[in-house]
């Protein structure tokens, strides 16, 4: 079982970056997918972006060019880098990693997920 922290949430004014991390509690490098999802109030989960074990990256239309998906193998870390972000990023973020190397924008192709992290962007 592998367990997925998110931190480096909070609240920054548009135009702002923050970046999120996302530590696995198994330090062993998996060649997974990861990604991260978000839900903002009274919508559904969305994807937000996700990297595959080699580095192949893919987004959300809506955060293109502007937020950037890493990930550190040797330690099992995912990060989130968001810049000029917009009130309508504010949400919680989550991240998630599955059990295959396949990188799918999918909610259900994610096993393990983090317990979310909360970003509000202020006009």
Known sequence: QVQLVESGGGSVQAGGSLRL????????FIPNAK???RQAPGKE?????GINWA???NYADSVKGRFTISRD???NTLYLQMNSL??????????????????STAENAY??????????VSS
């Open 35 to 37: 990604a991260w999802f």
């Open 55 to 57: 580095g192949g990256t």
């Open 111 to 120: 096993t393990y997920w983090g317990q979310g992290t909360q970003v509000t």
């Open 45 to 49: 989960r969305q994807f937000v972006g």
């Open 86 to 103: 917009k009130p309508e990023d504010t949400a919680v973020y989550y991240c998630a990693a599955s059990s295959s190397g396949l990188l």
């Open 21 to 28: 991390s996302c530590a696995a509690s198994r330090r062993t």
């Open 73 to 75: 193998n040797a330690e």
